[in-house]
């Protein structure tokens, strides 16, 4: 595969990343993907492409804005990527509404083999008027699970048990 051709592949990969996780509008798919950094490597013998610097990712209402981003492909073919950010943030507009989903992290992880995405440190998580925090959220596209947790924090000798928030407003 030439060097033009594996770097419009990775950029299609990333497209992926989100478009499980939101129930994203299906005409984003059709749509070009633009990404913007100061700079991109691309390593074919590892399968890795990595942009950074201020890297800004549009693909029809998707909108991802990382510090970095990387995109692999393992050895079964499956696609994987990581932004990371302070924070790295997505929005997206979901199908059949006017609603957005929207999320940030510091680091922002998509498993394509198993079809999860990850969000480390700081989570955010808005679908709608419903929003979660953590430090850590996830969901499994296949099993449509999802998951908020938070770590134990330590302030010198005195350890407190961190807490996730969710705020679900009623549907009218």
Request: aromatic share 10%; with cysteine; charged share 30%.
């Amino acid at each position: 595969m030439s060097t033009k051709n594996k770097y419009i592949y990775y950029v299609f990969v990333i497209s992926i990343l989100f478009c499980h996780f939101a129930i994203s509008e299906e005409a984003d798919s059709d749509k070009p993907i633009e990404i913007e950094a100061d700079t991109m490597t691309v390593e074919e013998t590892k399968n890795t492409s990595t942009y950074e610097g201020d890297v800004i990712l549009t693909q029809g209402s998707l909108l991802i804005n990382a510090d970095k981003l990387i995109i692999r492909e393992d050895r079964q073919g499956f696609q994987h990527s990581t932004s990371i950010g302070n924070p790295t943030t997505f929005r997206q507009k979901m199908e059949g509404s006017d609603e957005y989903i929207e999320g940030k992290a510091l680091r922002i992880e998509y498993d394509g083999h198993m079809d999860k995405i990850h969000l480390y440190e700081k989570a955010f998580v808005k679908r709608g008027d419903d929003e979660v925090w953590g430090d850590y959220i996830m969901y499994d596209a296949t099993s449509e699970f999802a998951q908020a947790l938070s770590r134990k924090d330590e302030n010198g000798s005195e350890t407190k048990k961190g807490r996730t928030k969710a705020i679900i407003k009623p549907k009218k």
